[in-house]
């Protein structure tokens, strides 16, 4: 590869213009998970986030130092700010779902997950990090261009045609990149550990009481299938984290990948973790495939009058 | 494709009606660089001197802007221990009772879903580092089983474990629980106000 045909490489990945869908869809169902998020920790937000809260603001600045973005820090600590800051979160993640002031509230949903997890990192999981780190970069990308009332309004206002205008995708593809990070990051952590390289990791998962959701068939469970069942998970992350940028394994990876998840969500108790982390398969999907495949689903589907020779598409 | 316009104050890629003036275009790319390299830094376990430099440098902008993160969930090991938290309460009357955060185990599915950060909470506060979290677990605990009428005098943390110990025929069988007292906190009157 010369340098020059590495630069026209990087202009087509991060500056050739794309559909915005993707990234409005991820836009979409990144708003419902925070949605989801809030309601989940509602019944205990100021036992989490209140003035006399488990870990006093104070205790966390000690353990967590530093200059951080964190509303809380600013806010009045009590109980009625406190579910004040809850009620403009739910809203504002309400409002950026059906794509309204898209830019002002993917910013301040963004302002209101980061102070969240600023102000109490001793609950957080994987799938916390991912939606903080996404929200970053969605504030970036153009995701009211398209499944938004933004655009309905820009439409009716005659400022944008009925035809949806491709954007460039450097935002979407950093959210891309993260994803792909987080799954070469655990690989190499990973291989760090004798129990995953030795095949008795899935052991100690499988048999952590706290972590137990559904019962796995006991066939599952032989040490042999235990083996297979964690090197088969390494496997997984090290080509979801490098392999998905190859165009011809991408959606077999993906496939995978989604497989991998459910079996998760199934077996393991980390609400929102999978679904968090599956959020940014959108992103990875071409519109373009996407459009090819309802028409295959429509053309297949029992009962029905598809006709692509009558059907506009 | 279309090469970039060097020498024109406008970047036009091909198949866009948009163009990125040449200021824009050098600063988001200047941003994407320095993302990808800190976010990679940041995030791969590499112990290189610079590397290490590297994650030192960026630190400040990464706490700072949220941009934070570990990818180490059931690594480089799962835990190999069934765990969790308990207090035992002691009145000012001599009476004592135990109070337990949520146990997963013991809850229903949507109970779990919405009890679930109580899990990371107790695995979080028996982490040595987080010492200082446990005079404010044990205060908010006093506060939860106080009244004025029978106030707690005194919260003493304890950690309770059962080790997870593989078969070879991967059957498992539990281990005695063994525990130890994480913290004990004296109780002032005004913890409980």
């Known amino acids: 590869m010369t340098l020059r045909s590495f630069f026209a490489a990087w202009n087509k990945f991060f500056f050739e213009p794309q559909s915005p869908v993707p990234i409005s869809v991820f836009r979409i169902v990144y708003s419902l998970l925070v949605v989801a998020t809030l309601i989940l920790l509602r019944p205990d937000w100021l036992a989490w986030y209140g003035p006399h809260a488990w870990v006093s603001r104070s205790t966390m600045h000690t353990l967590e130092p530093g200059t951080r973005l964190n509303l809380f820090a600013v806010i009045p600590q009590t109980d009625s700010w406190i579910n004040a800051f809850f009620w403009i979160s739910l809203g504002s993640a309400t409002l950026l779902a059906i794509g309204f002031l898209t830019r002002f509230n993917s910013v301040l949903v963004y302002l209101c997950l980061a102070s969240m997890q600023q102000r109490n990192l001793s609950i957080l999981h994987g799938g916390d990090t991912f939606?903080?780190?996404?929200?970053?970069?969605?504030?970036?990308?153009?995701?009211?261009a398209a499944l938004s009332v933004d655009r309905l309004i820009r439409v009716r206002r005659g400022k944008e045609t009925a035809e949806i205008r491709p954007r460039s995708p450097w935002a979407q593809r950093m959210i891309q990149f993260e994803l792909a990070m987080v799954y070469f990051a655990t690989f190499c952590i990973k291989v760090r550990g004798a129990p995953w390289l030795q095949g008795t990791a899935m052991?100690?998962?499988y048999h952590l009481d706290e972590f137990r959701r559904f019962p796995v068939p006991a066939w599952l469970l032989g040490p042999t299938m235990l083996k297979l069942e964690g090197w088969a998970a390494l496997v997984l992350e090290f080509s979801l984290g490098v392999l998905i940028w190859v165009k011809e394994l991408r959606y077999i990876l993906l496939a995978l990948g989604v497989v991998f998840h459910l079996s998760l969500e199934y077996s393991l108790n980390i609400p929102m973790?999978?679904?968090d982390i599956l959020s940014g398969y959108i992103l990875f999907v071409d519109p373009a495939d996407a459009r090819r495949a309802w028409s295959w689903v429509r053309q297949h589907l029992p009962a029905n009058n598809y006709n692509p020779e009558t059907t506009t598409p | 494709m279309e090469k970039p316009k060097t020498s024109d104050s406008l970047i036009r890629m091909k198949g866009s009606r948009t163009t990125l003036?040449?200021?824009?275009?050098?600063?988001?790319n200047a941003f994407l660089i320095f993302h990808i390299l800190a976010i990679s830094c940041w995030c791969l376990p590499l112990d290189s001197p610079l590397i290490l430099l590297c994650k030192q440098t960026i630190r400040p902008y990464f706490l700072w802007s949220g941009l934070f993160q570990s990818w180490d969930m059931f690594s480089p090991s799962p835990k190999a221990a069934n765990t969790y938290v308990d207090a035992t309460i002691i009145y000012k009357d001599g009476s004592r009772t135990t109070w337990a955060f949520p146990r997963m185990e013991q809850l229903s599915l949507t109970q779990r879903y919405f009890k679930e950060r109580y899990r990371k909470f107790a695995e979080t506060l028996t982490l040595d580092e987080n010492d200082p979290m446990l005079a404010d677990i044990a205060r908010r605990v006093a506060r939860l089983n106080s009244t004025p009428a029978h106030p707690v005098k005194t919260v003493i943390l304890i950690y309770h474990w059962s080790f997870i110990v593989p078969r070879p025929d991967g059957s498992y069988v539990p281990e005695p629980w063994n525990q130890h007292v994480l913290y004990g906190y004296g109780v002032r009157p005004e913890d409980i106000q």
């Open chain 1, 131 to 144: 939606l903080r780190v996404a929200g970053f970069f969605l504030i970036f990308a153009p995701a009211g």
């Open chain 1, 273 to 275: 973790f999978q679904w």
């Open chain 2, 21 to 28: 003036s040449r200021t824009k275009y050098v600063a988001i």
């Open chain 1, 203 to 205: 052991y100690y998962i």
